[in-house]
């Protein structure tokens, strides 16, 4: 059974950094490409980034408002993925979801999430 | 980056009922759309890939249809653990991403 266990969630200052991991279980990690979600309370969800196997480059792929601020990484001895946040604004609360990307480009199974506050 | 805009934002329904969700496109996705169900507290779970493939353990009366910018999400027959909300969702090769829908909410009438 598929288990993504996310951790390193709390409450952080605006312009600080927080790094985010997520455990999986349950499958060969190293031959899947990982996600990562967020969800801002009482709204919708929005893609996070990427990070494609060590096969095709291990490269990742990031939208326009966490871009150059997130960092996704992989350990695949470890089988945990990582999401590394800086400079946080307001604005990135939310709670954080990992994901297994199914068929390069839909999200197949899910960690619980972890919550992300950032306030002063 | 690709727009998805679904509609209705909620819909009140009787269990039993047939329920019809719609996800539309900004420019054409091909096929490449999913549709997810949230309930309160959990994690979203895949229902719909590639426009009308059920993923594994979904049951029949989810189904999806359409192609292009076009999209439906079909319950043919409402049960009580499927009132929730759904999102649509699309993969882009260029530029690389994913982009979701804002949701609807199908709620008990």
């Known amino acids: 059974e598929v288990q993504l266990v996310e951790s390193g969630g709390g409450l952080v200052k605006p312009g600080g950094s927080l790094r985010l991991s997520c455990a999986a279980s349950?499958?060969?990690?190293?031959?899947?490409?990982m996600i990562w979600v967020r969800q801002a309370p009482g709204k919708g969800l929005e893609w996070v980034g990427r990070?494609?196997?060590?096969?095709?480059?291990?490269?990742?792929d990031y939208p326009a408002p966490v871009k150059g601020r997130f960092s996704i990484s992989r350990d695949d001895s470890k089988n945990t993925v990582y999401l590394q946040m800086n400079s946080l604004k307001s604005e990135d609360t939310a709670v954080y979801y990992c994901a297994t990307d199914y068929r390069q480009g839909y999200l197949g199974s899910w960690g619980q999430g972890t919550l992300v506050t950032v306030s002063s | 980056e690709v727009v998805l805009t679904q509609s209705p934002a909620t819909l009140s329904l009787s269990p039993g009922e047939r329920a019809t969700l719609s996800c539309r496109a900004s420019q054409s996705v091909s096929s490449y759309l999913a549709w997810y169900q949230q309930k309160p507290g959990q994690a979203p779970r895949l229902l719909i890939y590639d426009a009308s493939n059920r993923a594994t353990g979904i049951p029949a009366r989810f189904s999806g249809s359409g192609s292009g910018i076009d999209f439906t999400l079909t319950i043919s027959s409402l049960e009580p653990e499927d009132f929730a909300v759904y999102y649509c969702q699309q993969r882009s090769d260029w530029p690389p991403g994913l982009t979701f829908g804002g949701g609807t909410k199908v709620e008990i009438k």
């Open positions: 990070i494609k196997t060590k096969y095709v480059g291990g490269t990742t």
């Open positions: 349950g499958f060969t990690f190293s031959d899947v490409w």
